[in-house]
């Protein structure tokens, strides 16, 4: 596009999305307004389902196509600012908005690796990556490693490393999608799974990463916003400035100065001791297994028999009976679980702001640090994105923006923890359990908040206190006493980046079927019209397949989420940053580097997790610190002690390693 | 065609940038992380300044360094006249 040309389409762009952001600060306040008058809060919900869930068709709507560029790459024409709004909330899921604070608040200093693992990589995309992939102009991450290194192999090991990485992500996207609507609005959750899936589908499917992009950027707008409003109003009502990011150094004290007291408060040490009891108990029970688990069973049912049916007690056991674990197995599952709650629960409150002292928690929370941040930089979904900006330097500026934006939630979200846990020890501890305040109560019905008097005191311990990490964010607007409209808010906000992050992931898992296995390796000859048209009914094939796993709800899918950062590290990460910083890298290199790296991550990812593998104590989650580095010395020596690539690669290298002649946007390709 | 030796010298410019760029990244981070619990006893605000560079200042140092980035690069683009033409 011409300069000026371009020009007038980004004074249209913030023009609209000007006009847009004061639409929605206005619906928010109209809908506050209606509710000081008496609006049901049922229908502020439904209002902000359905509000944003229609703006997002809309959008889908306006930017339906079916070019190929403009399905693919969104015409290349996406300025760097809004790429990198884009980029942000495609990253920023429902992890970042609802669980990363309270990851935070539970782990104190631990916490942290998550804060700088998920900004850190933003440096090496924009440093290693994202300039040049943008240079090389493409659709695709496969696309890239087979014109880099030749042949369909580096190709169709992206793909399944490009299918791994995505499904289970996509998976907890649409749960966390099934877990907002059925909180906030009471639907079941398959119905709420379905109607999320009608708003990304009403995007992806329509307008491919067209449509995705621009649904993107709002989508931003509304997360940023819903998650800014209550922490600022928790700050300006604990110290009376507005501006969480700075004030909340004044909860870090107060929250190491109650800490310090409650470590030899006798009545904090009495509850401890239960706890104590409960893990040797449950331990015993893991031990004598699987004979514990059938005598409880038998048990159990035995009081049903023998119980009158109008017994308090026998209702009790009915129930306890239905949530018993089905086989030995799961018992052994669950109740190790329980062990290891009951096992933190037993210790004092360690320092909220120490970093772990021993040389394993140290070890460990550098390389979970380190894997996030080169997963980060290895996402297909993020990569994907750098190849919509009309020119090279506007790739590299809008990593720069990208990460900006993310800074603006990632900033914010340790004043949230700081706040919710001095607000938990000041108002919460040492209170009597008839003087709950109302917020307690009702997230406690919920199951996010359990607090329990254990040792029958009458008066809540820190000890007796739980809190489910979720409970942070969402619990925030009545902790800090704000009206309904911003629980919805919050609601809205946290269905914004959840569905942002699956458009982005059900378009690279669609890709990766229609345009690099189907149209690159099964059928060139397909017009470009069959081409999209492939791709849009792959898209709603993995959709239903997302759908119908999260249905199961199964438990393990959010560390699969974890893993999935591990597992692009080890794989992408590596051969795209070789492919171009290193010329002598060739195929064999990469390919056997690539093999290695995920053979690698998965043997540890499954071995530490099921099998008790333990390599220098190096926990699950950070499976990738032995694979990446398996990657790189196996792509180096393989490479070098195989043929440099010829002269034909060593040109293209060179090529996409200055700007100059790059695709332009909003070409037809 | 750009001459292959124009190219080379803008690439070894572009790779001190790398390597600088990457050196301050891993500095805040891993380089913070090891000494957190000495650069805790230091408070300012309220913040004792090991949790700090965790939670705020490795992260605004990743923006810096972000920004940094593109001025640099986008100039040296412009340097070895390979920019992108508008």
């Keep these: 596009m011409a300069k000026e040309a371009m020009d007038a389409w980004r004074a249209k762009l913030r023009k609209i999305y000007g006009i847009y952001t004061g639409v929605f600060v206005l619906f928010v306040v109209s809908l506050w307004i209606f509710e000081t008058m008496g609006l049901d809060p049922k229908f502020i919900g439904y209002a902000f389902l359905f509000g944003t869930i229609g703006v997002y068709a809309a959008i889908g709507i306006i930017s339906r196509t079916s070019i190929v560029a403009e399905y ?7 300025p760097a600012v809004f790429n990198g709004m884009a980029t942000a909330s495609d990253w920023m899921s429902a992890a970042s908005f609802i669980s990363m604070a309270g990851a935070l608040y539970l782990q104190g200093y631990d916490g942290l690796a ?65 877990i907002i609507t059925s ?32 649904t993107q950027v709002a989508q931003y707008i509304i997360l940023i916003i819903a998650y800014m409003i209550p922490v600022v109003a928790i700050s300006y009502k604990h110290t009376g400035v507005p501006i969480p990011q700075v ?15 409650l470590k ?25 297994l699987p004979d514990s688990w059938a005598k409880e069973k038998s048990e159990l049912e035995e009081k049903i028999k023998t119980l009158p049916s109008d017994d308090l007690k026998r209702v009790e056991a009915e129930k306890a009976l239905k949530a018993y674990p089905k086989t030995p197995d799961e018992a052994k599952e669950k109740w190790t679980a329980d062990m290891k709650t009951a096992q933190g629960m037993s210790k004092p409150p ?18 979970l640090t380190f894997c996030l941040m080169v997963g980060t930089a290895g996402l297909p979904h993020i990569l994907m994105r750098f190849y919509t900006t009309p020119t090279v330097k506007e790739a590299r500026n809008s990593a720069a923006w990208a990460l900006f934006f993310i800074f603006l939630l990632y900033f914010t979200a340790p004043a949230y923890a700081a706040f919710a846990r001095s607000e938990i020890l000041t108002n919460i501890v040492g209170q009597a359990f008839t003087a709950l305040p109302a917020w307690a109560t009702k997230w406690a019905g919920v199951g996010l908040i359990t607090i329990k008097d254990l040792n029958g005191d009458g008066i809540i311990q820190f000890a007796e206190v739980r809190i489910h990490a979720d409970a942070v964010v969402l619990a925030t607007p009545e902790i800090a006493g704000l009206p309904y409209v911003i629980a919805g808010l919050i609601a809205a906000g946290g269905l914004a980046a959840a569905l942002s992050t699956a458009d982005g992931l059900l378009i690279t898992m669609s890709n990766a079927i229609s345009h690099d296995l189907y149209y690159k390796i099964i059928n060139p000859n397909i017009s ?59 195929r064999a290199g990469a390919v056997a580097g690539m093999i290695v790296g995920l053979t690698v991550t998965l043997y540890y990812l499954i071995g530490s997790r099921f099998y008790g593998l333990d390599w220098f104590g190096i926990k699950t989650i950070a499976s990738g610190i032995f694979g990446i580095p398996a990657n790189i010395i196996v792509a180096l020596i393989v490479s070098r002690l195989t043929k440099a690539p010829d002269s034909e690669i060593q040109n293209f290298v060179d090529n996409i390693r200055y700007p100059k002649g790059a695709v332009g946007a909003g070409k037809e390709e | 065609m750009v001459e292959k030796e124009t190219l080379e010298r803008y690439w070894r410019e572009t790779k001190k940038n790398m390597l600088i760029i990457l050196f301050i990244w891993a500095i805040v981070s891993y380089g913070a992380a090891l000494i957190a619990s000495s650069l805790n006893s ?8 090991g949790y700090y560079m965790g939670s705020q200042g490795a992260i605004t140092v990743f923006v810096l360094l972000n920004l940094y980035n593109s001025i640099y690069q986008n100039k040296l683009d412009i340097k070895y006249g390979l920019a992108e033409e508008e």
Excluded: H
């Excluded at chain 1, 998920?118 to 087979?146: N, S």
């Design chain 1, 264 to 288: 030899d408060d006798p009545k904090e040490v009495e509850v401890r001791e239960i706890w104590k009891k409960r893990a040797e108990d449950l331990n015993q029970k893991i031990k004598a």
């Design chain 1, 72 to 78: 693919y790459v969104a015409g290349r024409k996406v």
């Design chain 1, 528 to 586: 470009p019209s069959t081409r999209v048209k492939i791709g849009k009914a792959l898209l709603l094939v993995v959709a239903a397949i997302g759908a119908y796993i999260a249905t199961y709800k199964l438990a393990i899918i959010v560390e699969l989420v974890a893993w999935a950062f591990s597992i692009a590290a080890a794989t992408f990460f590596p051969a795209v940053v070789f492919g171009i910083w290193d010329k002598r890298m060739n």
């Design chain 1, 247 to 261: 004030m909340y150094g004044q909860a870090l004290q107060v929250i190491e100065e109650k800490q310090k007291q």
């Design chain 1, 183 to 214: 909180r906030f609005l009471g639907l079941t959750f398959e119905l709420g799974v379905f109607v999320g899936l009608a708003g990304i589908l009403v995007c992806s499917f329509l307008g491919g990463m067209r449509a995705v992009t621009w």
């Design chain 2, 42 to 49: 230091i408070v300012i605000f309220g913040f004792p300044m």
């Design chain 1, 114 to 178: 998550f804060i700088m693992g998920w900004t850190g990589g933003y440096v090496l995309l924009a440093v290693l990556i994202a300039p040049y992939l943008r240079k090389f102009g493409q659709y695709t991450i496969p696309d890239f490693l087979e014109s880099r290194y030749g042949g369909k192999l580096p190709r169709l090991i992206g793909i399944i490393c490009a299918l791994i990485v995505s499904l289970a992500y996509l998976v907890a996207q649409i749960t966390g999608v099934g």
């Design chain 1, 350 to 367: 360690k320092s909220y702001v120490q970093p772990p002292t021993d040389s394993k928690g140290i070890i460990n929370f550098l390389a």
